[in-house]
Each structure stands twice: as C-alpha cells, then as structure tokens.
C-alpha cells in the first residue's frame, strides 16, 4: 500500500536547517513532521514556534506538527499562525481530548490525536469518529533514532480494525525507528502514513529513502 511519508526534521542538521528544507521541497515527501519537546512531557527540548516560523517560510510541503508538551492547546494559536495541516496532541496530555479535537477543527486544521506505545488503541473508541488522523508511537517520544518497538505492528492491525468497523476517516500515521524494513510491515498492517527521522536524514540518498517509503 502506497504511504504518506513525513520526514522528521529533527533528524536534519539545525547547522544548515535551509540546504535540509530545500533537499526536502524538491523531494516526493508528502508533509513536514514537526517535533516539538517542552523537557516536561518529554525528557527533551526541541524547539518553538520562533524557529518553526521560518522553517514554515521556507518549507513548502504541509506541515505534520507533533506536540509532546504539557497543555498543548496553548499552541494552538501558534499551530494557525505558521499555518499547520496537521496539529497532533498526545492524548495522554488531553483531559478534555474531545474538546481539544473540536478546536483543533474548528480552527482549519486536521486533528491528529498521539498514543504513546504503552497506551491502547482502544481508549480512542468514543472518539475515533471525530479524529482526522492517528499518531501511533513505536518508541517512547523524546528522542530520533530509536529502536522500533514491534508491538506497533499489532496496534496498528487493532487500529485499522476500529477504523473500518466505525466508518471513522482517520488516517494511521506511525513515529519511531521507521525506516524501509520495519515500514514495509507497518504498511502491510494497514498504515497510512510514516513519519522518518534518522532513516531519510541520515542516509546518503535521502530523497531516495523517501521515495523507497512511499511505495513500500
Ligand atoms: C520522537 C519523535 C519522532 C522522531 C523520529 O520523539 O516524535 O518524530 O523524530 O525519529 P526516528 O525516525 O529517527 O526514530
Ligand atoms: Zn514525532
């Protein structure tokens, strides 16, 4: 099944952040994946909305921003304001999650909702109709270049199931040690879309390893 790739700027080089984004404009990636770390919800900082409004400048594909911060719905004016496709919230910072989805929405935005590989993908049962797209961790968030967990591949099987027996329109992203081995098995159960740090960034051919994903 052909995925929606969504490299993960984390993995480019923050010493030269133009030649990675212009390497990525003229590549077949679909979206931009943005991690942004408060040290809070996650043990580590990335960066904010000061940066990411001139990456937003000068990126030309959509962008998939990744909240792993406390309270994310503060962000959600920055989120409009660099004009993000896709804003995700983890849902284990979300007491009010349909709340929170409705305002994501409500603002332009697809409401992405994140798990994190200790929480099941049946707690989304109540609101998976609601849901533009799920983010399914393979590893812990916080860090690139991580070991995928294969766990992954049974919540990814689970969730497809839920998705289709609702009728729900919720696309299945996954974020975590991809790259064209364990992605091959992610798409074989039933993703939609793949985010890729260190597997795009770090290899020599990265518009190729992009390519690769998507026609996996
Ligand atoms: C991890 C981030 C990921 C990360 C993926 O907390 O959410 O998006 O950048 O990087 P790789 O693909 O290298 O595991
Ligand atoms: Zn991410």
Redesign the pocket.
Known sequence: MAQIVSP?L?SANFGNLQEDLRMINSSSADWL???IMDGVFVPNLSFGPPVLKYVAELCEKPLDV?L?VVEPMKYLPAMKDINARIM?IHYEACTHLHRAVTQIKDSGMMAGV?LNPSTPVCLLKDIIGELDLV?L?SVN?GFGGQKFIPHTVNKVKELRELIDSTGSKALIEV??GVNVNTGKLLAEAGSDAL?A?NAVFKDADPQGVIELLRNL
Request: charged content about 10%; aromatic content about 0%.
């Open positions: 993960s984390l994946h943005i991690d990744h792993m995700n994140t983010l961790m968030p974020d975590g985010v740090g």
